[in-house]
Structure formats: structure tokens, C-alpha cells
């Protein structure tokens, strides 16, 4: 497993101290940005490149980005196709579980402002260590994927 690292200047200090972690952990990463906090820096920049690069090899390759919410690093990394990013800034665990198990998510996009590393850290070891299910949830990304491949 591969782990594709994408940040903008609001998710920079989390994506790094995240990095540092996994890599201690002997994963896998790749770091597509920011390489440098620059708060005039635009997510679109770092989280397309890196979706693209999460689908090379959609089998062994996971993204985690950073933004301030996680929503519009999410919102542009599903512009790409075979892309499926999920949002997480807080709440149960669950819906970390569910977005693997059920939707078979392959980008995690955290609210930095709204996460401590700790809490980040679970989010992404949950979300690492969950399988996708499949059975009737296969169909349903399958139905996405068809929906993808025709517009």
C-alpha cells in the first residue's frame, strides 16, 4: 500500500507531523504537496495531481489530504475520475469505518482546523485498516463507476 500525502497551507503542519508518523511506521508515503507553507497557496493545485496520482494504481494506492475542512480538497479530488473522497473533521469513528467498508473510499480528506493529531492519527489508522465489504455495496460503487465512465 501506497499512501498519496496532499495539502494546502491549512492542512501543511498536520499533513507533515501525519507524514513523519506513517513513515515511522515504515508505510509507504508520497508527499505531492505543499513542500512549504504558503498561505497563498490554492488546494485545487495539490489535490488534483495527487488524485491523479492515487488512480495510477487504484489497488494499492490511498490519498490523505489536509485542508482546513477537508471539503474542497475533497470536492476537487472527485473531479477526477475512480476517485471516491471522503470528509472527516471530527465526529464517531463510524463514519471513518463506513466510508471504507461501504463506499470503498479511496481518499481521506481531513479538516485540519478541526482535528488534534491524535485525533487525525485514528481517523487514518481506522481508515487504513478497514476492507471494503462489497456484496450490495459493490453494486453500488459500481453504479457510480458506470455513471463515471459515461459522462
Known sequence: MKIILAADHAGFDLKEVIKRYLQEQGREVEDMGAFSLDKQDDYPDFMIPAAYKVIEDPQENFGIFFGATGQGEAIAANK????????????????????????????LSLGARFLTVEEATDAILMWLAIEFEGGRHERRVQKITKFEQNH
Not at 97 to 106: D, L
Open 80 to 107: 477526477v475520475k475512480g476517485i471516491r473522497a471522503t470528509v472527516y473533521y471530527g465526529g464517531p469513528l463510524d463514519l471513518i469505518h463506513r466510508s471504507r467498508s461501504h463506499n470503498n473510499a479511496n481518499v
